[in-house]
């Protein structure tokens, strides 16, 4: 597996370190993204193009739009339609759909506005484009829209859970989010609602998301959490709440920021102006306007010495501080810094 590279910044073009803080790709983009699936995105002639983690650019055509890598493709768009690329750049399936999605488990959904399927990794439609908007398969099934409703198909094209919901999405895991009147439940796999649609829509916020087996939910501006069982866990009692990381999540009580474990119980005393998830055993929070990090019984790992700050990943975890970035590892170290 190739090592994890970061971010950097010097002279306000973009380049990439390795774990260690040594350059591996030199600064010389104006803009550039984190790697994904091998891959970053690197604004090249007005264009992003795909990088490798050797610093090579997919150059063989410029597309108006390139996606991420899934499955060792990523679509690309040229003018209005789109196609497929491989992981070297080469059109691997035709420039032909006016519409198209990422692949997962082989299958990726494409075609005409209105006239939506499924096609494999050779451009031929395994599921023929007859409905009417189409979402990625997770696991062995993907939300349709069929006659104004949504409902559930699998790798075969067969309907198992009929068309019933004004919107749905995808299935995490044995779940999946349905949709009422602009509130939101959940279903299992059987097409039994767990959870009848209660909750609201929060701008921002992917509805459904599960973290821990945990997910965030919201009622007249107070938020919860629920499980992928579709109990409420968390009443909706806080005034903010984020994602669960590590069984813990950051709840807001009277403008401050503790955490509480998955069974709602307190465990971190609301005591920073901000807060961020867990992760690698590390949580950012905001102390007298600066951020740090703290350790899961609540006590300051790294101190708040910070402007900005991202959680860790990787060993490693992207400060600002004077308007110069950072990367240090978990016991405050600097990995590297930028002149």
Not at 32 to 51: G, M, T
């Amino acid at each position: 597996m190739k090592k994890p590279l970061f971010k950097i910044r010097e002279d306000g073009k973009y380049g990439f370190i390795n774990g260690d803080g040594t350059i591996i790709i030199e600064p010389q983009y104006y803009d550039a993204e984190e790697f994904y699936n091998c891959f970053s995105r690197v604004r090249f002639n007005n264009k992003l193009v795909p990088l490798d983690n050797m610093g090579r650019l997919l150059m063989k055509n410029l597309y108006n739009h390139v996606g991420y890598f899934e499955n060792g493709l990523a679509k690309v768009k040229l003018v209005n339609l789109w196609g497929y690329i491989d992981r070297r750049g080469s059109l691997a399936i035709d420039i032909q759909f006016q519409q198209a999605g990422d692949f997962r488990d082989g299958l990726a959904p494409a075609g005409a506005i209105g006239q939506m399927g499924y096609i494999d990794k050779n451009g031929a439609f395994l599921i023929p484009p007859t409905y009417e908007k189409t979402s990625e398969f997770t696991g062995d099934l993907a939300a349709v829209q069929h006659n104004n409703k949504y409902g559930f198909l699998n790798k075969k094209g067969e309907l198992v859970i009929e068309p019933q919901f004004e919107f749905a999405t995808s299935f995490q895991q044995s779940v999946a989010t349905i949709f009422t009147e602009n509130k939101w439940g959940l279903i299992n796999q059987q097409g039994k609602i767990l959870l009848e649609p209660q909750f609201d829509r929060v701008a921002g916020y992917s509805e459904g998301d599960f973290f821990d087996g945990m997910a965030l939910a919201s009622k007249e501006e107070k938020y919860g959490f629920i499980n992928d069982q579709g109990e409420i866990v968390v009443d909706t009692i806080y005034d903010f709440a984020g994602d669960f990381g590590e069984g813990l999540a950051h709840v807001e009580i009277n403008g401050l920021f503790g955490y509480i474990d998955n069974s709602g119980k307190l465990v971190i005393l609301p005591q920073f102006e901000d807060a961020g998830v867990f992760s690698e055993g590390l949580a950012q929070v905001k102390a007298n306007n600066k951020w740090g990090f703290i350790d899961t019984d609540g006590k300051f790992a790294i101190p708040a010495q910070f402007d900005s700050v991202q959680p860790f990943k990787n060993g490693l975890a992207w400060t600002e501080h004077d308007k110069k970035w950072a990367y240090i590892d978990r016991f405050g170290e600097i990995i590297w810094r930028e002149a």
